[in-house]
C-alpha cells in the first residue's frame, strides 16, 4: 500500500491504475478514494489514474490537531502525492472540498499542472451565504464527534442536493451511504473545522483567478444551489475556462450522473492535449511529464 508523506509528516495512501498522462482525482468530504470508481475504470485505459485519500481519511494519516488541516495544506496535499507518485505534471480533477482544492492548487502551484477540472466548487463562497457556512461547517462537525460517524452519515447523506442521486441510483447512494458512515469522526471533524470552516472564498481570490493561465472545466449541477452562481463567477473570472451545467442534478456529479461527467472530461481533456501539443508533438508522450523513479 502506496504513501506519500507530506512535508509536515502526515502519510496519504494513494493508488496509481493505468498508464500514459495522470490524471489525480480528489475527493470530496462525504467521499473517499473509492468515490472515483466510475472514472478510474474509465480514464485508465489511456491514463495514469491517482486516487489519495485526503488527511483525516483512513487508511492515510489522521492529525489529532485541528491545526494541521487547512486549504492550503489540502491544495499542496495534491502535489505531495504527485510527488510521491514520481509525476512531474498532470491533470488534477475535484469535487466539492476536491474542487476547492483543484483550484487552490493552480493558484499555488501552477508550474505542476496541466489542467484543473472542479465540480460541484462553491458551498461557502457566495459572501451572503459566508457566515451561514461556516457556523454551519462547525455545526456538522460537532455532529460527528459527538453522535458518531455511523449516526450521522445517514442524515448528511440525505441533505438538500444529495436526494437527487438517492432518486436516481438508490444502490450507488446507499453505498455512498454506507462509506461515509466509516468515516474517522474524528479526521471528519478536524476536516470540516480546519478546511471548509476556514477556507477563503472564491469571490475574494477573484484577482488570483483572472491571472491564473491554466486551462479549467467547471462543473455543476442545476439543483446544487449554491454551487450555481460560483460556479458561474469562475467561468466569467478564469480566463481559459468552460462551464457545464448538469440538468436535474444536484452536488454528487461523478456518481450521480458519470457517463455524463466521464464524456465532458474526457472531451477536454482531449482538447487540452490538442491544444499543448498538437496532433504530432512528440511531447504528447507521457514519458515527458512523468519521472522515473
Not at 147 to 163: D, H, K, L, T
Not at 237 to 264: D, Q
Request: with cysteine; charged share 20%; proline share 6%.
Amino acid at each position: 500500500m502506496p504513501f506519500a508523506t507530506t512535508d509536515d509528516g502526515v502519510r496519504l495512501h494513494y493508488d496509481s491504475v493505468g498508464e500514459g498522462v495522470p490524471i489525480v482525482f480528489v475527493h470530496e468530504f462525504g467521499g473517499n478514494h473509492w468515490s472515483w470508481e466510475p472514472q478510474v475504470a474509465a480514464f485508465a485505459r489511456r491514463h495514469r489514474c491517482i486516487t489519495y485519500a485526503a488527511r483525516g481519511y483512513p487508511p492515510s494519516d489522521i492529525p489529532p490537531d485541528v491545526s494541521s488541516y487547512s486549504q492550503a495544506r489540502a491544495a499542496d496535499d495534491i502535489v505531495a502525492v504527485m510527488d510521491a507518485a514520481g509525476i512531474d505534471m498532470a491533470h488534477i480533477v475535484g469535487l466539492s472540498m476536491g474542487g476547492f482544492a483543484c483550484l487552490h492548487a493552480g493558484l499555488r502551484h501552477p508550474g505542476r499542472l496541466l489542467s484543473i477540472v472542479a465540480a460541484g466548487a462553491g458551498y461557502g463562497a457566495e459572501k451572503a451565504h459566508e457566515a451561514y457556512f461556516q457556523g454551519i461547517s462547525n455545526t456538522v462537525a460537532d455532529n460527528f464527534e459527538n453522535q458518531g460517524s455511523a449516526a450521522f452519515a445517514p442524515i448528511y447523506a440525505e441533505g438538500a442536493s444529495r436526494v437527487q442521486f438517492q432518486a436516481k441510483d438508490p444502490a450507488g447512494w446507499r453505498l455512498f451511504a454506507e462509506r461515509l458512515a466509516k468515516h474517522d469522526a474524528r479526521g471528519a471533524a478536524n476536516t470540516m473545522r480546519g478546511v471548509q470552516a476556514k477556507r477563503p472564498s472564491l469571490y475574494d481570490l477573484e484577482d488570483q483567478f483572472r491571472r491564473l493561465d491554466l486551462p479549467v472545466l467547471i462543473l455543476v449541477g442545476d439543483e446544487d444551489d449554491h454551487c450555481l452562481q460560483p460556479g458561474i463567477f469562475l467561468k466569467r473570472t478564469i480566463p481559459r475556462s468552460g462551464l457545464a451545467v448538469f440538468p436535474k442534478t444536484g452536488h454528487t456529479l461523478n456518481l450521480e450522473e458519470p457517463a455524463l461527467f466521464n464524456t465532458l472530461v474526457a472531451e477536454f481533456l482531449a482538447q487540452v492535449a490538442a491544444d499543448r501539443w498538437g496532433p504530432r508533438d512528440p511531447r504528447a508522450d507521457p514519458a515527458q511529464i512523468m519521472r522515473t523513479k
